[in-house]
């Protein structure tokens, strides 16, 4: 009939690809709006807070990513059946990631917001 490991094989290679355009769209999002905030606003708050935003951003990309190169590069992989904690701290870390990069994510557009709403309300000159 049909090989369950095609399948699984497939839908991997399928979600993966969604984890990385989602990933590289994120990222996209977090830079247009540091560039955009830098060209629409004069004062230099909105620009500390998208630098922070986007610092913030960086060090949950760096950690999404990094303790998976940790884990595939220098653990060996038996140590995940005769240790299963280690996984439980590799999908802790990526917990962290992810929140402090829907923080970030959210910060920026607030950001971006203001940016837009300060460009359009203050007096002509």
């Known amino acids: 009939m049909f090989n369950d490991r095609a ?3 497939t839908y991997y290679v399928v979600a ?5 355009a989602s990933l590289a769209l ?3 999002l977090v830079v247009a709006v540091i560039v955009a905030v830098h060209r629409l606003t004069p004062g230099p708050r909105l620009r500390q807070l ?3 935003a986007g610092a913030g951003y960086l ?7 990094l303790h998976v190169a940790v884990a595939w590069w220098l653990l060996d992989p038996r140590i995940f ?8 701290w590799i999908n802790r870390i990526s917990t962290v990631a992810g929140v402090i990069m829907s923080l970030a994510i959210g910060l920026c557009l607030a950001i971006l917001l203001s940016a837009v709403w300060h460009r359009f309300t203050r007096p002509k000159t």
């Open 16 to 20: 993966h690809g969604h984890w990385l």
């Open 50 to 52: 998208a630098r922070l």
């Open 7 to 9: 399948y699984h094989d």
């Open 26 to 28: 994120a990222t996209l």
């Open 59 to 65: 060090l949950g990309l760096v950690l999404t990513l």
């Open 81 to 88: 059946l005769e240790a299963p904690h280690w996984l439980g």
